[in-house]
């Protein structure tokens, strides 16, 4: 598809992620098939390490099929391993920011930025968020240089009260990340939903340090499938002229190929060419 709104395909690696907001699950080469058949631009990974990418020959897998890895997803490592970017066990955080690092490195060899969405941990038993907060901007900060050696942001994703008390807004996280450099917001449009007031002023606020975005509707399929009104969104992904992915991570309902299908059709819909 032409165009700066680029869509990419969600698949999962991780075993434990069965279920969670990723369109193919446990198939890297019949996602990256499916990607290709039904005109999708790249393909964003779910992995469950750095070491997946050394066994996988990723880079000629999805040129083979035409296609780019948009993005690459860390949250396997809280998933499988509880890691968390601001725990306050030094040791945990010290693993959490190997665990990132490894990933950035396996990223920059195929051009694609690592996301940090629930390894940003929360605060938990009566802890002082600020400080918690402060403990994740210290791990941010070697990351996101790490990330700018390799000519790439690293993507933080604001996700919503469920899921973390540390940033649930896209100006939440601007104002955090106000002293880091190379760091762009994830705009999710699911998490945006429940959080923000009004989504389309939020990008605009935001502007230019929105640097991806997770194309799902309020129930976390495939937009037009849930009650999201996306005109205005879509109008202010235009005004802030926004060049980055498209990421469909949406649940596989009412199928895996269904919800891809619905997604490009989506796209296809808000985005012509």
Sequence with gaps: MAGSFRLALTVSLVEEA????FVYHGDFSHAC??????????????????????THDVQNKVAGHGLRVAAIGSGAGWLTRKLSLSSSNDEIRKEAV?????LIDA??????????????????????VSAVRGRLVESLIPLAKRSADAGLPLLYEPLNRYETNLINRLSDGIHM????????????????????VDIAASIREAGAAVGHVHFADSNRRAVGAGHLFAAPIVEALYSIEYEGWLSAEVLPLPSESEAARLSVASHRRLFPA
């Design 18 to 21: 069965r279920g969670g907001p």
């Design 33 to 54: 098939r499916e990607a290709e058949r039904m005109g999708y631009d790249g393909i964003e990974i779910f992995a469950p390490s750095s070491e997946w990418f050394a």
């Design 98 to 102: 190997a665990f990132v690092s490894g």
């Design 107 to 128: 990223g920059a060899a195929i051009k694609a930025p690592v996301i940090i969405g629930s390894m940003q941990g929360r605060a938990e038993n009566g802890e002082d």
């Design 177 to 196: 990340l106000a002293g880091v450099t190379n760091v762009k917001l994830l705009a999710d449009l699911f998490h945006m939903n429940i959080e923000e």
